[in-house]
């Protein structure tokens, strides 16, 4: 897309989106910190990228609270990518074979040990899982919501309430008729950036902001089927620290592997947020201590975070 977007009616997106997807890692609760951020600068961004969305949570919400004009979703798990790719263009699909599912611990097994051809049973294979998974989690050790057995009292449906579920995927369809949410590319992070210009070569770099992120850094291999090794962190921090042209917001389990990462350099600022949320692999609330690493030049005074070095 080699011209300018559309401009948006702010009327139009006033309302909130709420993922249909549980996600290992989902910030709904940091989300508020990011739109803060965004909202004190200028020039307000034309256009958000998320290249590691997993559930996303924070796309949905600076579309749907109008934070942000566009946005481009992308993930290299092919299962999510199909499920947001679906979800957006394809959503009468998907709520009618969503309606059809039979949610039983049987269906689980086969639905986990599929190995779906086509975009649309990708997606039906994600939202089933997700929602019908302990967490949420679509690979690795994770077992069905209440067990083999069913004898908890969440059983396996508990999850996968189809009117709720009904709303909150046509939501994402209505960001996606409406002109907010442009696109889904399945993907890894290298080539959503290397996209952007391809794609939006009309925007100055200044109208795009990018959101980014990535695995965890010590629970990854148990929660995602592509988390990142060492290696691949490093060389994340490297590109946002020298290559990005554009601004760019990025979120990270508070680990001394991350700070070390991001210590030193003068092109950005570390924000540490904490907030309570319920850990994948727990039923239990708990504190969570995050990092928000941003290039982002203005920094508002706020109770939400806490300005490392400062």
């Known amino acids: 897309m080699d011209k300018p977007l559309p401009l948006a009616d702010d009327q139009l997106f006033r309302h909130s989106v709420i993922s249909p997807l549980r996600y290992p890692g989902a910030k709904r ?29 924070a796309t949905l919400r600076l579309l749907g609270s109008g934070a942000v004009e566009h946005g481009v979703l992308a993930d290299v798990d092919p299962l999510v990518a199909s499920f947001w790719k679906t979800a957006a263009f394809d959503a009468r699909w998907l709520i009618d074979a969503m309606r059809e599912l ?53 059983k396996i449906d508990c999850r996968f309430g189809i009117e709720g579920l009904t709303r909150r995927i046509n939501g994402v369809a209505d960001l996606a008729a409406t002109g907010r949410l442009l696109d889904v590319w399945q993907c890894d992070w ?45 060389k994340l921090a490297a590109t946002l620290r020298s290559d990005l042209p554009y601004r760019w917001l990025l979120s990270y389990d508070d680990t001394p592997t991350v700070r070390k990462l991001y210590d030193g350099a003068d092109n950005h600022t570390t924000l540490h947020v904490s907030y309570r949320y319920t850990a994948a692999g727990s039923e239990k609330r708990t504190v969570k201590d995050e990092l928000l690493v941003t290039n982002l030049t203005f920094i508002p005074k706020s109770d939400r975070y806490r300005v490392l070095g400062s």
Not at 37 to 42: E, S
Not at 104 to 115: G, K, L, Y
Not at 198 to 220: H, I, Q, R
């Open 102 to 154: 039979s949610i039983t611990v049987e269906e689980w097994d086969r639905w986990r040990a599929a190995a779906p051809r086509t975009r649309r049973d990708r997606a039906l294979k994600c939202l089933f899982l997700n929602r019908t998974t302990f967490s949420g989690i679509l690979h690795g050790r994770a077992g069905p919501i209440g067990g083999r057995t069913q004898a908890s009292a969440y």
């Open 190 to 234: 290298r080539s959503a950036l290397a996209r952007i210009p391809k794609k939006f070569g009309a925007l100055d770099d200044s109208e795009v902001v990018v959101y980014l992120d990535p695995p965890y850094v010590e629970k990854a291999p148990w929660l995602y089927e592509w988390s990142f090794e060492s290696t691949e962190h490093a």
């Open 29 to 57: 609760q940091l989300v508020p910190v990011i739109e803060e951020l965004i909202a004190a600068n200028i020039p307000p961004p034309r256009l958000l990228v998320e290249p590691f969305c997993g559930g996303a949570t």
